[in-house]
């Protein structure tokens, strides 16, 4: 309990500090902020079916570019701006539901493959659909009026929402009756369908809750900067970073993906400034050796930190 706590205090201190960048820092750092809120609510949604339920679920990506689009029409339509987001958390929701008690038959690199599959499909379907989609040339959206610093806090603060969310939803999950089933699929699929969980309603719906809120921060991102196009928005490399940051951090745990995600983005934004030519080298040299090193994530250096020391044995208590 008391690793706990200390987890859920540096959360929320990290929280604070992502909220409060507008006072003290200029655009550049708020906007590396909101993009660590927006990958934090990402990796966050991933490890429902990646780290929960031990699914690897290359998924992300198909997601994130469906919310996109869906938000995108929608402003396009005439839907006020936060309706858009919410028609597209839905309709991306609709579409996993549908889409997962097919694909999550699958297990192992089968399902692993697939769900590739799925991104790939998802982005030839945007670029070959040029009536709706606008195909190669994408879409165009409505901006705010406002300044370009008042544009960033509002998309700084949109993307926290989504993270916290995210969040709120991964604790209550952790601490409920899902939880327990999704815990029981990732040790023993089949012992777990045995007792009476009901693996294929467990397992939609951890696949559910990882594309609603990638819907989310995709229909944000597309608003926020007002263009989007098949090959940015279904990035096979984000599919790959996001799995990385969970990972990074912890998979499986409540804070360990977003700790991961903000790691990632800081390491690549000082890589990026300092080793043009080589930086996505040396960062993939540097999160292999992390992961390799600390396959717990970095969150399991607080964890062995603040680990209770065992209680004495009673022969070692006789005197």
Not at 71 to 78: K, M, N, W
Request: contains cysteine; hydrophobic residues 55%; neutral net charge.
């Amino acid at each position: 309990m008391s690793a706990n706590r200390t987890t859920y205090a540096a959360l929320i201190l990290g929280l604070l500090v992502l909220a409060t960048t507008p006072l003290y820092a200029d655009n550049y750092v708020v906007r590396t902020a909101a993009i660590v809120a927006m990958y934090g609510a990402l990796a966050t949604s991933w490890n429902f079916i990646g780290g929960f339920t031990g699914y690897p679920s290359f998924s992300t990506a198909a997601f994130y570019g469906l919310g996109c689009y869906v938000g995108a029409l929608c402003q396009r339509a005439g839907v006020p701006l936060v309706a858009a987001w919410l028609i597209a958390m839905l309709m991306v929701g609709i579409f996993a539901a549908l889409l997962g008690g097919i694909i999550l038959r699958l297990r192992g690199h089968y399902f692993a493959i697939g769900s590739i599959a799925v991104v790939e499909l998802c982005r030839l379907t945007a670029s070959s659909w040029s009536s709706l989609t606008g195909g190669g040339d994408g879409l165009n959206l409505p901006l705010m009026a406002a300044s370009p610093e008042a544009l960033m806090r509002f998309y700084l603060y949109v993307m926290l929402t989504i993270l916290v969310a995210s969040l709120v939803t991964a604790i209550i999950v952790e601490r409920s009756r899902l939880g327990f089933g999704l815990r029981c699929i990732q040790q023993n699929e089949d012992a777990a369908a045995m007792v009476g969980v009901d693996t294929t309603a467990y397992k939609i719906a951890a696949y559910v809750l990882s594309a609603v809120f990638c819907a989310a921060a995709g229909a944000a991102y597309a608003s926020w900067t007002g263009y989007i196009d098949p090959t940015e928005s279904f990035q096979i490399l984000m599919t790959v970073k996001v799995p990385v940051m969970a990972m990074l951090g912890g998979a499986g745990t409540v804070a360990g993906p977003a700790l991961g995600a903000a790691a990632f983005v800081l390491l690549e934004e000082v890589f990026w400034a300092n080793f043009i030519d080589w930086n996505r080298a040396i960062l993939g040299i540097v999160i292999v050796l992390l992961i390799f090193f600390l396959p717990g994530g970095l969150l399991s250096i607080g964890l062995l930190r603040w680990r209770r020391p065992p209680a004495p044995s009673s022969e070692a208590a006789q005197p």
